[in-house]
């Protein structure tokens, strides 16, 4: 269902998400210096979200609307309580495994909550390590790994893994999961935070349907017998796809987004700057097709929790 060979992250598609998160830094470049370090959705209900809200607005420019921007952190935060405080739990993870980790902003908010554990990242794309590393390089429990998930040589076992809007980054699932059975202890659990297919957009699954070849989708019940091929049963999926739509809501449009995401862009910027402008401008109309799908139904946003048997 997923070969190895068939799905094979190539050259240019690593490049193309390593320019992709790179363009997001340079965008997100307010929010590092408000010292807001997460690069995710999150889950804004109707208590935290406010008329005029606006993610581009919130996101790109927060000294300009405060408001927005508050709103943002506190939907990041109710995404971080239902990851990893809304089940009952016997004892905590010592030994967590952040996949795709970003620039480090999960692994520290998690390290303020279990300052026992060890918590790992990795991630393969250096751009958002350098922001981990100046940030939280003299905390000691966390630990920050430059490598792809799918080869590089982990030598330990961990109590949790969690992958926060990465999974649908990789192409070659099959592999994925074999890598997390394979690193994962007898008990251990495995957090997914993703975007699935809807049964409607389930026979439309091709890159197309999505307008975005970096982007790999799948379809609850192929989650669930991937799973339990390699011994991870799914215990739950928790959906906040109306939640995270108002998270990624946007009233504005494209000339505005020109103007002031676009055009200081292009300032700020001495080299590569047309890749950069290419891959801001798949981030805005990606933003703009996923609420539409998420609000239809036609996509869905939620929690994906296996666990692997003792």
């Known amino acids: 269902m997923y070969s190895t060979e068939k799905n ?90 952040d996949v795709g980790c970003g620039a480090g902003g999960s692994m520290y908010r998690l390290s303020l909550d279990w300052p026992c554990s060890q918590i790992n990242g990795i991630n393969l794309n250096p751009i958002q390590l350098e922001v981990a590393h100046s940030k939280f390089n003299d905390i000691s429990k966390l630990n920050f790994i430059y490598g792809d998930f799918l080869t590089h040589p982990l030598k330990e076992n961990f ?84 939640e995270t739509a108002n998270h990624i809501r946007s009233t504005m449009p494209e000339s505005e987004f020109e103007e002031i995401i676009i055009k200081p862009l292009i300032d700020g910027v001495s080299d590569n700057n047309a890749v950069m402008i290419e891959r801001s401008w798949e981030g805005y109309y990606g933003y703009k097709r996923l609420y539409h799908l998420l609000t239809k139904g036609l996509m869905h946003y939620g929690i994906l929790r296996f666990k692997k048997a003792c």
């Open 159 to 242: 109590d949790l893994m969690y992958f926060i809007e990465s999974a649908f980054h990789i192409h070659d699932k099959t592999l994925m999961m074999q890598r997390i059975a394979n690193h994962l202890s007898q008990g251990g659990e495995v957090y997914f935070v993703d975007i699935l297919f809807s049964d409607a957009m389930k026979r439309f699954s091709s890159k197309k349907s999505v307008n975005e070849e970096i982007f790999h989708y799948m379809p609850l019940e192929d989650w669930r017998t991937l799973g339990e091929q390699h011994g991870l049963t799914l215990e739950t999926f928790e959906d906040f796809s109306q």
């Open 8 to 97: 094979k992250l190539n050259f240019e598609d690593r490049n193309h998400i390593i320019e992709y998160y790179q363009a997001f830094e340079l965008l997100l470049a307010n929010q590092r210096s408000l010292q807001e370090f997460r690069t995710q959705f999150g889950i804004m209900n109707n208590e935290i979200l406010i008329d005029d809200y606006c993610f581009f607005k919130a996101a790109f420019l927060p000294e300009q609307h405060p408001k927005m921007s508050e709103a943002m952190v506190k939907s990041c935060d109710e995404l971080h309580q239902a990851l990893f405080h809304s089940q009952p739990r016997s004892t905590i993870p010592k030994n967590i495994l």
